[in-house]
């Protein structure tokens, strides 16, 4: 992350190239999950020709993503619905998950759709206290689930329940 440091204290997080996330990316993503999650990130990318979902990266200098979310223009009524944002943990705090935001809803927007929603765990105060300084607000709760895998390659299935934050664009 030495060139990304570099890059972002010199030259600003406009300067990291901003594109959309391929199959051919799924390796270096082991940063943002286990294998299981890889695997959701692949079926989400499968959709991205029919026009229903956008998965779109911040990448280092030598092109490996190192932040990522998904636009998903299905979940919700006259939105897109942004999931799986993540950070690689060396570039936290550097504002570049406030910058993938800000395309995220510049394409929900374009689309002529109203709202721009997400979800946040109430674990997780960091990402709702960035999503509320973005301008979100609570509006409801949801539950989702998604399948985990342990060292040993054992999946199960995580069950929890959001808090669902929105913004109008």
Excluded at 7 to 27: E, K, Q, R, S
Excluded at 30 to 42: D, L
Excluded at 86 to 100: D, I, S, Y
Aim: charge should be negative.
């Amino acid at each position: 992350m030495t060139g990304a440091d570099r890059i972002i204290t010199t030259d600003g997080i406009d300067a990291l190239v901003l594109d959309d996330l391929t199959h051919a990316d799924l390796p270096h993503l082991t940063w943002s999950g286990s294998p299981s999650h890889i695997r959701s990130v692949a079926k989400l990318l499968d959709r991205v020709p029919t026009g229903e979902i956008d998965y779109l990266t911040i990448r280092a200098p030598d092109g490996t993503p190192i932040c990522k979310g998904c636009i998903d223009y299905t979940q919700h009524a006259d939105a897109g619905t942004m999931e799986q944002l993540a950070t690689h943990e060396a570039v936290q705090g550097r504002g570049l998950a406030t910058r993938l935001i800000g395309v995220c809803e510049e394409r929900i927007r374009h689309r002529g759709l109203r709202w721009a929603v997400l979800g946040v765990e109430d674990d997780n105060p960091r990402a709702r206290a960035l999503y509320e300084r973005l301008g979100y607000l609570a509006y409801g709760r949801e539950a989702v689930g998604w399948d985990v895998e342990d060292e040993d390659g054992t999946v199960s299935r995580y069950e929890t329940e959001i808090t669902l934050l929105r913004k109008a664009l």
